[in-house]
């Protein structure tokens, strides 16, 4: 990435959805690492809620697949807006938001 501003992506999802058989984050994320998208990070939520305000967290004695989850994407304006329709039709009950970004530090 050679830009020192860039567009961070934030997908909410539910980690239960799949697509073509896999995770949504895992196939978010292979899908970007195709596309030459410089960095993309997954993080597992242990408590949320959304639209619909109902929590969705852990089971105390279960594994829950509707926790949330978060799929962070970074890269240079013109390459978010490559990938981005394609991720965007993925994501059908989810959460999508865009923020530029300051580049500190790439190595």
Do not use: W
Request: aromatic share 6%; charged share 30%.
């Amino acid at each position: 990435m050679k830009c020192r501003e860039a567009i961070l992506v934030r997908i909410f999802i539910k980690e239960g959805e799949r697509r073509e058989g896999k995770p949504l984050y895992k196939f978010i994320t292979e899908l970007c690492k195709e596309r030459g998208v410089a960095g993309v990070t997954v993080f597992r939520g242990i408590l949320g809620y959304g639209k619909t305000g109902e929590l969705h967290s852990q089971r105390l004695l279960g594994i829950s697949s509707d926790l949330p989850v978060v799929v962070e994407i970074i890269d240079c304006e013109e390459k978010i807006e490559e990938v981005l329709p394609e991720i965007s039709s993925l994501v059908e009950g989810g959460l999508i938001t865009l923020e530029k970004v300051r580049i500190i530090r790439y190595n």
